[in-house]
């Protein structure tokens, strides 16, 4: 993983292009959760092609053919240990009379056809998006620009950065999505580890589909 190889150009054109995406697509006569699904597949083509055309390739974001398969089989150990551990946490809460349902529940569309499409977007499309972004460019930009000037702490620093920003994004008036919080964490942990964005990606779709099948039936 050569993520001190994203450049600065790349870096503005893929933020410039995530923030025109974001404010254009929502403008079209589209139901907000298939503008999301368009405006998750078009980032994710337009920042792979900013990245082969202005940098190294899919590469420099941990996406190199090498480790695509080894980044999913570690993507679903982590996802297993990952579980266990959100069990544990969950009866620790119970056992101290705090229903973690709460914290879980995901608010999911009334009709067949849209749960359909929203575990789609939410379960397969959108984690795709959010870790090419999140990790693979802001994680991978932050981490290289303090590597050339305080290595101890590059890592920390693209973590913190690149947490933040995401769990930003999923904030809402309810206040800090407790789960986003955990998972940014844990996504970071394991792309640095692991070295391929494929791990990250597997632990945040099943994530995302283990609390929409929880939000479901409950």
Known sequence: MDTDKLNTVSFLFIIAIVFFVEAAIPQLAFKPLIATGVSRCLEIALI???LVFLNAGPAVIGLSRDRIVSGIQKGFVWSAVFGLL???CGAVLFFLRINPFQLLHVGLPHTRSEIIWFYIVGGFIAPVAEEIFFRGVIYGYVKGLFSKK???WSISAAL???????VIAHQTNAGI?????AGGVVFCISYEIEKSLMTPIVIHALGNLALFTVSFFL
């Open 48 to 50: 792979l092609l900013v």
């Open 86 to 88: 959100a069990a544990l």
């Open 150 to 152: 305080t290595a101890p």
């Open 160 to 166: 913190i950065v690149s947490t933040y920003l995401f």
């Open 177 to 181: 999505p407790l789960p986003q919080l």
